[in-house]
């Protein structure tokens, strides 16, 4: 009986054991994505010839379109703005030499596919990032969308499908790890990015295709109104710099280790604690603190 017991709480020790050591190594992966999804050199390059990033005037989508241009790709930029676009284009083009097509395009529009798929129908398109996104508030509110980022996929899978290869990187958000309350709209569009990415990816894998959904927190860009960048608020820069890292990390990615470990600190906070209402008047207050400190810092600095 006694040598029962011992195999038994042996036997449990033992799980533990190799439980959290693997916890643990999947951690180590996440510190260390350069050594453990490397990239090579000519990978974006090797997809095709251009990069799709839609929303890309500004914020997330700018970075993304820049870190690709740098990766040797000529690159399509999209949004509503044209003399930002323009700007931004020259920027690039002077920087790395690359092709950089501006596209106006405005996608809450029913027509815009129609125009879009015009105007890329001729080029050997190897990567797409559906960044573009709208957040109703840049601060928190009890009640409140998203872009038709499918419509995008269908405009462009099949030519990726043909070639055997091409990236598709669809940016959702860390909020959408759990029904998240203030942003109840935001968080449900973006959970239907994630799970239609994943979805899409088992799907496609077998023909080459490289899908994954980015779920980034604070990234310091108009959206959430320039607030100031932090451990856990990034620059648009840096995060998009990190999150390429994490390209083969599987078919999601907070894209960062400091938004990873915030979204494991808010899966594992009850639900009892996190919906209390003194948490989400906080979260308010915090918030709106927070941006208020920047429009502070910014009148200075114009000052
Ligand atoms: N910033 C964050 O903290 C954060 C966190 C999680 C997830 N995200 C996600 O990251 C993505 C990028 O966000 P961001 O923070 O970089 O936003 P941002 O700085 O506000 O930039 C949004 C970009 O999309 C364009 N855009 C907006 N509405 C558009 C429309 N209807 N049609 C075409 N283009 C449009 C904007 O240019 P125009 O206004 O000139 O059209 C701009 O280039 C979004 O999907 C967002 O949900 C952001």
């Given at each position: 009986m006694k040598s029962l017991l011992e195999v038994f709480f042996t036997s449990l020790g033992g799980a533990v054991v190799v439980y959290y050591?693997?916890?643990?190594?999947?951690?180590?992966?996440?510190?260390?994505?350069?050594?453990?999804f490397p990239l090579?050199?000519?990978?974006?390059?090797?997809?095709?010839?251009?990069?799709?990033?839609?929303?890309?005037?500004?914020?997330?989508?700018?970075?993304?379109?820049?870190?690709?241009?740098?990766?040797?790709?000529?690159?399509?930029?999209?949004?509503?703005t044209k003399a930002t676009l323009e700007q931004l284009a020259k920027e690039i083009g002077e920087a790395t030499s690359r092709t950089v097509k501006v596209l106006v395009a405005d996608f809450t529009e029913d027509k815009v596919f129609g125009d879009i798929e015009e105007q890329l129908k001729d080029l050997n398109i190897g990567v797409l990032v559906n960044n573009v996104g709208m957040l109703p508030s840049n601060v928190p509110k009890r009640f409140l969308?998203?872009?038709d980022l499918d419509q995008m996929c269908k405009t462009l899978l099949?030519?990726?499908?043909?070639r055997g290869k091409g990236v598709i990187i669809n940016v959702s958000s860390g909020i959408a790890c759990i029904p998240f309350p203030m942003y109840s709209l935001y968080a449900a569009s973006?959970?239907?990015?994630e799970r239609f990415s994943q979805g899409l990816q088992a799907e496609y894998k077998e023909k080459g295709m490289l899908i994954q959904a980015v779920t980034p927190f604070g990234v310091s860009t108009r959206m959430i109104g320039y607030q100031a960048t932090d451990m856990v608020t990034l620059s648009p820069r840096d995060f998009v710099k990190s999150s390429l890292q994490y390209l083969r990390a599987g078919d999601r990615t907070y894209g960062?280790?400091?938004?990873?470990?915030?979204?494991?600190?808010?899966?594992?906070?009850?639900?009892k604690i996190l919906y209390a209402d003194s948490v989400l008047n906080g979260l308010q207050e915090y918030v709106e603190k927070k941006q208020a400190k920047t429009r502070s810092i910014s009148t200075l600095s114009v000052a």
């Open positions: 050591g693997v916890k643990l190594l999947l951690v180590t992966k996440m510190l260390y994505p350069k050594m453990w090579p050199k000519s990978f974006f390059s090797s997809m095709g010839e251009w990069a799709v990033v839609t929303g890309a005037s500004e914020g997330i989508g700018r970075e993304y379109a820049f870190a690709l241009a740098e990766q040797g790709m000529n690159v399509v930029i999209m949004s509503r969308e998203d872009t099949p030519g990726m499908e043909n973006k959970i239907f990015v960062s280790i400091c938004h990873m470990f915030l979204g494991w600190l808010i899966r594992s906070t009850p639900r």
